[in-house]
């Protein structure tokens, strides 16, 4: 059973980690868009959910009908895939069992391809007020024969693209933006440090790569 990746507009954001410099962003999916992707794929009539408390913990399973063939006749052949839900800030038990039914559909392969999302950090002068009121939508997303993600293009609902979003020196040399990557290994750079290595050498640099930098200039 093979489900299609999901499209740009089924993808949800969420605040993940609120830092002091930046807050990131993940991708999620909600439970209508499995259900969507469920009726879509095999039929409203294939497919089932179930649920049931083992050691306090409530889990969801999904049943898809099979059919295999017998005796010249196709019979039904329910297959199930389990999974545990966590409980959500509001309506506890509600959201528990749609994390639950979330996670067992991510078992049979539903949205499994957000797993491979890259790591998306807004970096703003106040990112525990920002990352509470700001928010975004993406925009346009695309995936190799892995289904693993190779375009992610996010904005606000002003329209602003916030991810990907290249580097911008002002006339003090110092960079503006929300990706700061060190340009040899690709390590997350904070902004004073970023501000540093391009003053001393012209480019985006982590403490570690700045380090070899000297060593290469100095050979």
Known sequence: MKFRTLRADEIELRVGMVKKEFYTLLLYKDARCDMNILDETI????????????????????????????????QSNWIWKWDCGAES???????????????ACVNWG?????????????????????????????KEIEYNEKRE???????DTKGVQVYPKYFETTKE??????????????EIVSQKVANY???????????DCQKDYIEEVEV
């Open 110 to 138: 539903i949205g499994r391809e957000l797993y491979t999302s890259p790591f998306i950090a807004i970096y703003c002068e106040k990112p525990e007020e920002e990352s509470k009121t700001r928010k975004f939508r993406v």
């Open 43 to 74: 039929g409203e009539g294939n497919w089932q959910r179930d649920h049931k408390e083992i050691k306090g913990n409530l889990y969801c399973g999904v049943g898809i009908n099979c059919p295999v063939l017998m005796e010249g006749e196709y």
């Open 89 to 103: 800030n509001t309506e506890k038990e509600k959201g528990e069992a749609s994390d639950s039914f979330k996670r």
């Open 173 to 186: 040399g110092k960079i503006q933006g929300v990706e700061l990557h060190c340009a040899e290994c690709d």
């Open 149 to 155: 993600i190779t375009k992610l293009v996010i904005v």
């Open 197 to 207: 290595s391009m003053s001393k050498y012209g480019k985006v640099l982590c403490f």
